[in-house]
């Protein structure tokens, strides 16, 4: 049994605000090892639950925040930037029983500690079909085209609400409580490890292949601050104007869809001017 643990920052114990998060800063550094604690509790719980293997792949900022040393020698970790499938690299090779959401968040526009999709700011809202979508529902619908279950999430508590629309088989943990965006109630890393470790052991059961799903077509409405920042996200093929600051494409599959929006945030991340956004 071979568990894909795709672990983000935000949602990590003790994590609140920017600088928390923001390589380099002596608040990052502090907060490396709780983010690091979270997944180990993970990757551990999956092992009592009787995986065999567990893949980390780093899917925050530069992807390089985890402390590889710090981890179970039985683990595996995929760092760095520039993966074809990014948050979730590694689902699309066919021995990938399960995944894991850790250190999740909320999506851009919606309540939840440092809530945003892919870029910090800039982006306002996304909607995927209709809904509303975080990065835990993109990368959801990426897994479930591989049929892979998403079994385990961990984030705050509004991500946990989150995760119930995408995900309501698998176990999940907050480690903190929102009060704003920049602000929550945090349990200490040996209380939110045991938490975890305790959840992906249960998580284990869910995990197995399912039957892919495939079939119609997705959709990507993304909404920005600023107007010129969706004139520039046109410049990806098939991205349109769909209103007032709003771009939207279809794709046939959600591979596609995942590659395109990332298209998307990169033109975007390189039309944002340093004062006025």
Known sequence: MKILISADMEGATGVTWPADVLPGTPQWERCRPMFTSDVNAAALGFFDGGADEVLVNEA??????????????????????????????GIQHGDVDAVAFVGYHTGAGTEGVLAHTYLANSITGVWLNGTRASEGLLNAQVAAEYGVPVVLVTGDDLTCVDA??????????????????????????ARTAADIRAA?????????????????????????????????????????????????????????????????????????????G
């Open 60 to 89: 925050h900022w530069s992807m390089r925040n985890l402390l590889l040393e710090q981890l179970d020698d039985r683990v595996q970790m995929l760092t760095g930037r520039h993966k074809s499938l990014s948050m979730v690299e």
């Open 164 to 189: 119930a629309g995408y995900a309501p088989d698998a176990r999940k943990v907050a480690v903190k409580d929102y009060v704003s965006r920049y602000a929550a109630v945090c349990r200490t890393p």
């Open 200 to 276: 992906a052991r249960e998580a284990t059961a869910l995990a197995g292949p399912q039957a892919p799903v495939t079939g119609g077509t997705f959709t990507v409405e993304l909404e920005f601050d600023a107007e010129h920042l969706a004139a520039a996200a046109t410049v990806v093929p098939g991205v349109a104007p769909s209103g007032e600051r709003r771009v939207a494409y279809t794709s046939a599959t959600m591979y596609e869809g995942i590659r395109t929006f990332k298209a998307v945030t990169t033109i975007v991340s390189a039309a944002v001017e340093e004062q006025y």
